[in-house]
């Protein structure tokens, strides 16, 4: 006699249970990129892992963290600790978000949606990439907590569409990237085979066969439901497909845009209004002035001007010239010590991207929420490891510079 076939519930159910047995065995965010790498097809993990030239930004933005020590209180009641941060009256589970990150639809299956819904579940904000190749309608149905970050259009006209578009999606908190004038010149991605447009070829072919549970698992159910990919977002119709020839001068029509484009988008935008991409304490005054709510301190993650200061190193200026708004931070944040640091240096929160890519790409959404538990348990524990109970008593008392004559000694030397 046959047996019955199992239940769709149980299939999924039996799934879950091998991702979860998968996940036990990582134990930090860093954990997830050697996942991550031997999951994707090379040439889409060189496009999420790498920054631009020499990478010299990428790798500053984690080595400056190794310039600051902590310098921690003992016997102190740190039996109860508290990690919930307030921001613009919504009290998140932890001072930390997802960054936004392109194409993540084609790194995981329905990636963005998979990424929002987590961060749905954990309590923490998700911003959706304008570069994304899932309509930013579709994401903002997951909840409040997901922010919208936009490419300007080259056009006013563009713009002042895509913002509308925006807004009826139902969008409470808008981010405009401000670091995009001109094509980066991302070298890895050429060396590697990635291109933008991207271009079936045979090396292609090659590296998706070699890597069969991301074909099966993310390629092909998404050709199969969604079709052919194509930039969804970037204007306030659909933008090209992934493989259109037109897809790099629809990315490359900004060279031109100044602060009177962002001063439009404030009068246009009746919500929280955050620039991105700052890191110079002048421009983050201009933009607090034309009515920014929020800073985000960047470099891209080191994926646009190789040689840019890492935000950590500029942060405490920015923060002592924008006293009057949240400001934030992204780019190298690995680990809940780093969130720590750069918390006594003023950030109210920070972004991390790339790994939570990764935890999408190897777990789905269990992956996404793992990464934030691992992360959210580092903060508690270092906090507590600190002699502090909230992250409000966090500050550069905390901090001791271990590497001499550089800016966050100075900064250090004259806050204590």
């Known amino acids: 006699m046959r047996q019955a076939c199992?239940?769709?519930?149980?299939?999924?159910?039996?799934?879950?249970?091998?991702?979860k047995r998968k996940l036990k065995n990582l134990l930090s965010l860093d954990d997830f990129e050697a996942a991550a790498r031997r999951y994707l097809p090379h040439v889409l993990f060189a496009y999420v892992s790498g920054g631009v030239e020499t990478n010299t930004s990428m790798n500053q933005n984690r080595t400056v963290f190794e310039e600051l020590g902590f310098i921690p209180r003992v016997m102190r009641d740190v039996s109860n600790v508290d990690i919930q941060t307030d921001l613009w009256g919504h009290t998140?589970?932890?001072?930390?978000?997802?960054?936004?990150?392109?194409?993540?639809?084609?790194?995981?299956?329905q990636g963005d949606l998979v990424q929002a819904h987590a961060a749905g579940q954990f309590n923490v904000p998700m911003i959706m990439s304008g570069s994304s190749l899932t309509r930013l309608e579709?994401?903002?149905?997951?909840?409040?907590?997901?922010?919208?970050?936009?490419?300007?259009?080259?056009?006013?006209?563009?713009?002042?569409?895509?913002?509308?578009r925006i807004q009826a999606?139902?969008?409470?908190?808008?981010?405009?990237?401000?670091?995009?004038?001109?094509?980066?010149?991302r070298e890895n991605n050429v060396r590697a085979g990635f291109s933008t447009p991207l271009r079936p070829s045979l090396d292609l072919l090659v590296d998706g066969i070699t890597h069969p549970r991301w074909t099966l698992g993310t390629f092909l159910p998404t050709l199969l439901h969604k079709g052919m990919p194509h930039f969804e977002n970037n204007y306030a119709?659909?933008?090209?497909?992934?493989?259109?020839?037109?897809?790099?001068?629809?990315?490359?029509?900004?060279?031109?845009?100044?602060?009177?484009?962002?001063?439009?988008?404030?009068?246009?935008?009746?919500?929280?209004?955050?620039?991105?991409?700052?890191?110079?304490?002048?421009?983050?005054?201009?933009?607090?002035?034309?009515?920014?709510?929020?800073?985000?301190v960047s470099n891209h993650g080191g994926r646009q001007l190789d040689g840019s200061v890492a935000p950590l190193r500029v942060l405490p200026e920015i923060v002592r010239a924008c006293p009057s708004v949240p400001v934030m931070m992204d780019s190298g944040i690995r680990r809940g010590?780093?969130?720590?640091?750069?918390?006594?240096?003023?950030?109210?929160?920070?972004?991390?991207?790339?790994?939570?890519?990764?935890?999408?790409?190897v777990g789905g959404e269990t992956g996404v929420l793992h990464?934030?538990?691992?992360?959210?348990?580092?903060?508690?524990?270092?906090?507590?490891?600190?002699?502090?109970?909230?992250?409000?008593?966090?500050?550069?008392?905390?901090?001791?510079?271990?590497?001499?004559?550089?800016?966050?000694?100075?900064?250090?030397?004259?806050s204590i």
């Open 237 to 296: 119709t659909r933008g090209a497909p992934i493989v259109s020839r037109s897809v790099l001068r629809d990315f490359s029509d900004r060279s031109h845009l100044n602060w009177s484009y962002f001063e439009r988008i404030r009068q246009m935008w009746p919500g929280k209004l955050i620039i991105k991409g700052v890191l110079s304490a002048p421009d983050a005054r201009i933009a607090v002035d034309l009515g920014a709510d929020g800073i985000i």
């Open 138 to 164: 579709d994401v903002a149905a997951v909840g409040k907590h997901v922010w919208f970050q936009a490419y300007l259009p080259g056009k006013m006209g563009q713009i002042e569409a895509l913002i509308t």
């Open 337 to 361: 010590a780093d969130a720590i640091k750069a918390l006594a240096l003023g950030a109210r929160f920070v972004f991390v991207g790339r790994p939570f890519n990764y935890a999408a790409a």
């Open 92 to 109: 998140y589970a932890a001072p930390f978000g997802i960054a936004p990150m392109g194409l993540s639809a084609i790194t995981a299956y």
């Open 169 to 185: 999606a139902g969008y409470e908190k808008l981010v405009i990237t401000v670091d995009t004038p001109v094509a980066a010149n």
């Open 371 to 414: 990464a934030m538990e691992l992360l959210a348990m580092e903060l508690q524990r270092n906090t507590a490891m600190l002699g502090l109970t909230r992250l409000s008593e966090v500050d550069v008392s905390c901090l001791h510079a271990v590497v001499a004559g550089t800016g966050l000694q100075q900064y250090l030397t004259t």
């Open 6 to 19: 199992p239940a769709p519930s149980v299939i999924t159910d039996r799934r879950m249970l091998y991702t």
